[in-house]
């Protein structure tokens, strides 16, 4: 054989097989990316929701403090002892407590588009055009810890996750 350079057909196997492994390893790490970006979008938008549950109970506590009446400053906030929703009407501050059922039948929360907020829908027939079925499901639960303290527990589901945030509120205006 005269002396010629090129590639046998044993480098060029090699040589594809490596390129092969590189890029499906790089698709692998780039799905994996994708993956965890979007539960940790979802895990972050859980918390907001958790927090948001929250905040509507002091919301309550302290509407209860500036019209006062006979009930004190936990009325309406004893009911969710066994967990419940909140439909929370922005036209006006009367929440309404829905028993927390079975994990199948409970509320999913909307996002109206149109007002960029999340809402639950207990009484309307069918959602809007401008609201979007969400993934998340809220569940508050309030629990009574003495004359002047209220524990509070919010788990938020979405797909097969739970997310809990829990915090005490007191009476503090004695």
Not at 14 to 30: L, P
Not at 46 to 64: M, T
């Amino acid at each position: 054989m005269i002396n010629k350079k090129g590639f046998t057909l044993i480098e060029m196997v090699v040589s594809i097989f490596i390129i092969t492994v590189a890029v499906v390893g790089i698709v692998e790490v780039t799905t994996k990316y994708i993956q965890n970006t979007k539960f940790e979008k979802e895990s972050y938008m859980a918390a907001l929701l958790a927090q948001e549950g929250v905040e509507i109970i002091k919301n309550i506590r302290d509407a209860n403090w500036v019209e006062p009446d006979a009930s004190g400053w936990k009325n309406g906030l004893t009911t969710c002892s066994s967990g419940c929703e909140i439909d929370i009407s922005y036209n006006h501050l009367s929440p309404t407590f829905t028993a927390w059922s079975s994990p199948g039948n409970n509320l999913y929360i909307y996002y109206n588009v149109s007002q960029s907020r999340y809402e639950h829908y207990k009484y309307l027939a069918s959602p809007g055009a401008n609201d979007i079925k969400t993934i998340y499901r809220r569940k508050i639960t309030i629990v009574e810890s003495g004359a002047d303290k209220l524990e509070i527990t919010v788990d938020v589901y979405w797909r097969t996750n739970q997310l809990t945030v829990k915090e005490d509120i007191y009476n503090w205006m004695q």
